[in-house]
């Protein structure tokens, strides 16, 4: 039922959002029409203007109020792409006919540079669309290849961890919903939930024997976990285009109060998607199940979160995870077995 909610508030909000956008493609439509006006009426008229002792017709205006309409359209394309390219399309379309129709009529020469600027019109623009669509499928290819990536990752960690399978992915789930919580922008959304799905490669170096011990961890064999969130940092820096994936794998394992590690952080000093990321890493710990316990009860997975408010975790994403718990009423949010 909450899912379900949810579901609704998200597609309730996608909808106004492209009813917002509906409406603000008229702005450079409005602005069109207001050149074509002046447009039109500057190439007709024979007043002129004096500038001092020399004289200016007024039709010799139109050429470059003519430049500020075609800026218009192409703007219109390229703010609102396909949808942008129809609209720009379909108005310049139909004012070619009722050029030709006026020349053939009326025989008046003057309307040829008109014409022939509304036909160059149609070839830019459709240029345009074409070499942005072309960028479009380009930047696609290259997401898709880039997740195909981060999830071949993610199975290499979960083929090596047999106790934390899945984990990874969780993690971003859950930070991702904390982003969105907190009012994040998609494109941010996106990259806390790709930040959170690689923050644990670093474990790709740690030896099996250690990572898959049943037991407690000796202070030796601590240290070397200690070393993965520097070891996947050095692994996902290399991702240029992406650098807030080696920040938050860097520093996700770093505390409020600065008790933390690798550099003992603290506070605002930690990268706001690792404060996320540490939420989220120990809420699914906590609700995971281990060789030593089963996922832990809901009401004390909310008692450690609460408790760690201001210490462990940012207030703020603590307490937007507590949230999320409260919504939880039949406890989704665990490890299934």
């Given at each position: 039922?909450?899912?379900?909610?949810?579901?609704?508030?998200?597609k309730k909000?996608?909808?106004?959002?492209?009813?917002?956008?509906?409406?603000?493609?008229?702005?450079?439509?409005?602005?069109?029409?207001?050149?074509?006006?002046?447009?039109?009426?500057?190439?007709?008229?024979?007043?002129?203007?004096?500038?001092?002792?020399?004289?200016?017709?007024?039709?010799?205006?139109?050429?470059?109020?003519?430049?500020?309409?075609?800026?218009?359209?192409i703007?219109?394309?390229?703010?609102?792409?396909?949808?942008?390219y129809?609209?720009?399309?379909?108005?310049?379309?139909?004012?070619?006919?009722?050029?030709?129709?006026?020349?053939?009529?009326?025989?008046?020469?003057?309307?040829?540079?008109?014409?022939?600027?509304?036909?160059?019109?149609?070839?830019t623009?459709?240029?345009?669309?074409?070499s942005?669509?072309?960028?479009?499928?380009?930047?696609?290819?290259?997401?898709?290849?880039?997740?195909?990536?981060?999830?071949?990752?993610?199975?290499?960690?979960?083929?090596?961890?047999?106790?934390?399978?899945?984990?990874?992915?969780?993690?971003?789930?859950?930070?991702?919903?904390?982003?969105?919580?907190?009012?994040?922008?998609?494109?941010?959304?996106?990259?806390?939930y790709?930040?959170?799905?690689?923050?644990?490669?670093?474990?790709?170096?740690?030896?099996?024997?250690?990572?898959?011990?049943?037991?407690?961890?000796?202070?030796?064999?601590f240290?070397?976990?200690?070393?993965?969130?520097?070891?996947?940092?050095?692994?996902?820096?290399?991702?240029?285009?992406?650098?807030?994936?080696?920040?938050?794998?860097?520093?996700?394992?770093?505390?409020?109060?600065?008790?933390?590690?690798?550099?003992?952080?603290?506070?605002?000093?930690?990268?706001?998607?690792?404060?996320?990321?540490?939420?989220?890493?120990?809420?699914?710990?906590?609700?995971?199940?281990?060789?030593?316990?089963?996922?832990?009860?809901?009401?004390?997975?909310?008692?450690?979160?609460?408790?760690?408010?201001?210490?462990?975790?940012?207030?703020?994403?603590?307490?937007?995870?507590?949230?999320?718990?409260?919504?939880?009423?039949?406890?989704d949010?665990?490890?299934?077995?």
């Amino acid at each position: 039922m909450n899912k379900n909610k949810s579901e609704g508030k998200e597609k309730k909000t996608f909808t106004d959002s492209n009813e917002l956008k509906k409406l603000t493609i008229l702005i450079p439509v409005i602005i069109y029409e207001l050149f074509s006006v002046i447009v039109s009426y500057c190439s007709r008229s024979d007043e002129v203007i004096m500038l001092g002792d020399n004289t200016l017709p007024i039709s010799a205006f139109s050429g470059v109020i003519s430049s500020f309409s075609l800026m218009c359209l192409i703007i219109t394309v390229l703010l609102y792409k396909k949808m942008g390219y129809i609209v720009a399309l379909v108005i310049d379309l139909i004012q070619i006919p009722p050029l030709i129709i006026g020349m053939s009529m009326s025989h008046n020469l003057r309307m040829i540079p008109g014409l022939f600027l509304n036909i160059s019109t149609v070839l830019t623009i459709t240029i345009i669309y074409l070499s942005q669509a072309k960028v479009e499928r380009e930047k696609k290819r290259l997401r898709s290849l880039f997740e195909q990536t981060a999830v071949t990752l993610v199975g290499a960690i979960d083929a090596k961890d047999t106790y934390t399978h899945g984990h990874s992915s969780r993690v971003a789930e859950y930070s991702r919903k904390l982003a969105e919580m907190k009012g994040m922008s998609e494109k941010q959304c996106d990259e806390i939930y790709y930040t959170a799905l690689l923050h644990d490669v670093g474990k790709i170096g740690v030896p099996e024997n250690i990572i898959n011990k049943p037991g407690k961890l000796t202070d030796e064999e601590f240290e070397y976990i200690k070393q993965h969130p520097g070891q996947g940092a050095q692994i996902l820096e290399k991702i240029n285009e992406y650098p807030f994936l080696s920040i938050g794998a860097h520093f996700h394992h770093e505390r409020y109060d600065g008790r933390g590690y690798p550099e003992e952080k603290k506070g605002y000093d930690i990268p706001e998607n690792a404060r996320i990321i540490s939420v989220a890493d120990a809420y699914d710990a906590m609700t995971s199940k281990r060789s030593y316990r089963d996922p832990m009860p809901q009401e004390k997975v909310r008692e450690q979160i609460e408790k760690g408010i201001g210490t462990q975790f940012d207030p703020e994403y603590a307490k937007l995870m507590l949230k999320l718990i409260d919504a939880d009423k039949d406890y989704d949010m665990r490890e299934k077995d």
